[in-house]
């Protein structure tokens, strides 16, 4: 049976915006569920490049050489 691996991620979005007509981006934050490790970004662009680094982390990963022991 093949072992399921995953990562969590608790994601928080919001805008501060003071002046109704000044036009803010949204700001993130990334909780990594296991570990507790958090990440800020300051707008989604940088929010969705950090989630697409996780993704080639997690593929380079499982295409590392199992050592058994």
Request: proline share 4%.
């Amino acid at each position: 049976m093949p072992v399921l691996e995953y990562k969590s991620f608790l994601v928080r979005l919001w805008r501060e915006k003071e002046d109704p007509s000044m036009r803010v981006d949204w700001m993130a934050e990334v909780e990594h569920v296991q570990s507790g490790q958090r990440w800020e970004f300051s707008s989604l662009d940088e929010l969705l490049e950090f989630m697409g680094s996780q993704q080639i982390e997690a593929k380079e990963q499982n295409k590392a050489p199992k050592i058994s022991g």
